[in-house]
């Protein structure tokens, strides 16, 4: 009685050797796992993406030497600010929420104006 033999995962191809084999190269297994990772992968990369690029335009809004700056959200939006990504929130005591791009954040004013703080370092 013959076994059936077991087709490559990625590429079906008839595999030999180990009954517990999978794949039938290294090759084959890379792409398959590469194929397999590649959605959620590109999901992180873009957001980090997204982060970076938020947080550079913040930093560029304030002049060197200063430590905050007060910008209008239409030039946030022009420079390709993404108000949906932030790292993380600080609301101090006054109940003021500031929305943070890694070190650099902001906070919404009236009239759609944004106070721009650069982060303390701990």
């Known amino acids: ?31 398959y ?6 959605i959620s992968t590109n999901l992180i990369r873009n957001i980090n993406y997204a982060l970076k690029k938020n ?3 913040l930093e560029s809004c304030i002049s060197s030497g200063e430590d905050l700056a007060k910008v209008p959200r239409e030039k ?31 906070l919404e004013l009236e009239n759609d104006w944004y106070l721009v703080v650069k982060g303390k370092e701990t």
Request: charged residues 25%; hydrophobic residues 20%.
């Open 76 to 106: 946030l939006q022009r420079k390709g600010f993404n108000f949906r990504f932030f790292t993380h929130t600080y609301q101090n005591k006054k109940g003021n929420l500031y929305h943070y791009c890694y070190d650099y954040g902001y």
């Open 1 to 31: 009685m013959l076994a059936e033999q077991k087709q490559c995962l990625h590429c079906g191809n008839p595999i030999q050797g180990r009954l517990d084999k999978k794949f039938c190269d290294d090759s084959c297994r890379n792409t």
């Open 33 to 38: 796992n590469y194929s397999q990772n590649a």
């Open 55 to 57: 947080r550079n335009i």
